[in-house]
Structure formats: C-alpha cells, structure tokens
C-alpha cells in the first residue's frame, strides 16, 4: 500500500539503500502502476519516432515499454534485479522482447552512439548529487545517436504539497507493515532545462504532464522534457 507521508532528508541515505528499498517495494509497485502514468506523452512519442533503437532509463517493472512495444528494438536499464524480474515478467506478459541491464543511469553500459530515442519516467530525480545527476545527463548524451531525442519525467519541486519543503527529500512507500522511504530530489523546470543544457543537449520542450490542466505549468506535478543530441 502506498502512503504519501515524507519526512526530512538524512544524509546518510545512499543509492545503495535506495537500490534495496526498491527491490523490497517492487512487487506492490508491479501491481499498483500496472500500467504506465504518462500513456498519453508516450504514445505521442511512439507515434513521432515510429522506430528504431529505445533505451528506458530506469524502466522499472516495464509499463512504460508498452507504447514502444511494436517496431522499437527496446532496451532496458535498472538498479533493481527485482525490478528487472518483473520487467521480463511484464514483457512476457504483453509479448515483447526486451534487452535488461542492471546498472545505474549515471554510468550507462552501452557503447557511444548506441540508440535512436530515449526515455527516462521518474528516474533522475533518485540521483542522490548533483554530480550523479550532471553525469546522467552526459551519459544520456553519449549514447544517442547524433539527432537522437529523449523524454524525460521528474517530479516538480514547486507541485503542491512541497512548497514548504526542503528540496532533497524522502517519500515513504509502506508494504506489510514496513514503512520504507525512498530518496527524492525535486527539480524546478530551469534547473531541469539547464542540466541538459550543461550536458550538451538541445531542450526541445519542457512541459506538464497530460493530466495537469492549469495554465500555469510551474506548478505541476510532474515536469516533462524532451531533448535532442545535435549532429
């Protein structure tokens, strides 16, 4: 079951606990996110893209891979062998083949220039430094194809909710009776914009999710970016 609850940031939390608190949630995470939040971006970016090679940074259990799943030579990379175990569970679920590699998105195992097209849905915002978070972005680059494109997904420090918090955070996530915080670094559309800007990377657009019906985007709750590698 999930809980919204959030408490202040410790610093001692590291990637490596994180890496253990999402083998623990993924089992309730395969049946709760069944099916992927941002089905309407994705699907228009299966529709503009059409084909090729797709890498899904943090792909999690693989709902994302849905849209990508005809005429895509689909990729996927994760911190969590649990959740790599329920990707092919979801793949062969769906019938469609996927390549796994556990790894983390700030030091991808891929040669240069290996994909056509990326996505990454609520992924950077788990980088834990700002250092983590600059290299995922130069990673990212390096291994697009020149004139490749990205989508990317963070949550929005501005959303309501955390306007009086800190930007680094942990939201918890309760499974049984074990209550589990997973680490969360809230972006802002700028800063979003000029980390991939910093890395070398063309911002296309940077957007609300579908669902978010307000004029104003700054508020929220999800921040969309799509990038390209020049070239």
Not at 2 to 5: A, F, G, H, T, V
Not at 141 to 149: D, F, H, M, N, S
Not at 217 to 221: P, V
């Given at each position: 079951m999930?809980?919204?609850?959030h408490k202040q940031f410790d610093e001692s939390f590291t990637m490596a606990t994180l890496r253990e608190v999402y083998d623990k949630i993924a089992?309730?995470?395969y049946n709760l996110h069944h099916w992927t939040r941002f089905r309407h971006e994705l699907e228009t970016m299966a529709s503009e893209w059409q084909t090729g090679r797709l890498l899904n940074l943090g792909c999690g259990h693989g709902a994302d891979f849905l849209p990508f799943k005809d005429g895509f030579d689909l990729y996927g990379l994760d911190f969590s062998s649990v959740m790599l175990e329920l990707t092919r569970k979801y793949a062969a679920k769906f019938d469609f083949p996927v390549t796994l590699a556990q790894a983390d998105a700030s030091q991808l195992p891929f040669f240069d220039e290996s994909f056509d097209w990326a996505i990454s849905v609520a992924t950077y915002h788990h980088l834990e430094s700002r250092e983590a978070r600059q290299r995922a972005f130069t990673e990212l680059?390096?291994?697009?194809?020149?004139?490749?494109?990205a989508f990317i997904t963070v949550w929005n420090r501005w959303q309501r909710g955390f306007w009086f918090k800190g930007q680094e955070t942990a939201i918890s996530w309760r499974t049984g009776e074990e209550t589990l915080y997973r680490y969360y670094y809230?972006?802002?559309y700028p800063e979003l914009e000029r980390l991939a800007r910093q890395a070398g990377l063309q911002v296309l657009k940077s957007f609300p999710e579908?669902?978010?019906h307000h004029s104003l985007?700054?508020?929220?709750?999800n921040i969309c970016l799509l990038?390209?590698?020049g070239g």
């Open positions: 999930k809980s919204k609850d089992p309730s995470r680059k390096r291994v697009l194809k020149p004139g490749g494109e809230l972006f802002s579908h669902s978010y985007k700054f508020f929220s709750r990038v390209k590698k």
